[in-house]
């Protein structure tokens, strides 16, 4: 079997333009061991796209289909509902919040 040896090495700052996140981020990241990154030199960092890649499509989160989206919505409107320490005023905010409505005016 033969190996693909192209690596496609990248900086910091360059993987995290490419991954839509800031560099303090990535680093941070890198440093809790969530991105393989390797080290060049003492001071040099680099990071292979192909990994880097692997990492965020391992990570990246699906979309909950929409029956799942609308029984929590249901469900977050009973609790709001069941809720004693909310004013009415404070329900009708989050019932037009969570139906995407108009927010009520309410006195301060």
Same mark, same amino acid.
């Given at each position: 079997? @033969?190996?693909?040896?192209?690596?496609?090495?990248?900086t910091?700052?360059?993987?995290?333009?490419?991954?839509?996140?800031?560099?303090?981020?990535?680093?941070?990241? #890198?440093?809790?061991?969530?991105? &393989?990154?390797?080290?060049?030199? &003492?001071?040099?960092?680099?990071?292979?796209? /192909? @990994?880097?890649?692997?990492?965020?499509?391992?990570? !990246?989160?699906?979309?909950? &289909?929409?029956? /799942?989206?609308?029984?929590?919505?249901?469900? #977050?409107?009973?609790?709001?509902?069941?809720?004693? /320490?909310?004013?009415?005023?404070? !329900?009708?905010?989050v019932?037009?919040?969570?139906?995407?409505? &108009?927010?009520?005016?309410?006195?301060?």
């Amino acid at each position: 079997m @033969e190996r693909n040896n192209t690596r496609r090495l990248v900086t910091v700052a360059q993987a995290a333009e490419y991954c839509e996140m800031g560099v303090s981020t990535l680093r941070r990241y #890198i440093a809790e061991g969530r991105v &393989p990154a390797h080290r060049i030199g &003492p001071k040099m960092v680099r990071l292979d796209l /192909d @990994e880097l890649d692997a990492v965020l499509t391992a990570r !990246k989160p699906t979309a909950a &289909p929409t029956s /799942d989206l609308a029984a929590s919505r249901e469900d #977050i409107l009973h609790m709001v509902d069941a809720a004693p /320490d909310l004013t009415s005023a404070q !329900k009708d905010i989050v019932r037009a919040v969570l139906g995407g409505g &108009p927010v009520a005016a309410t006195e301060s």
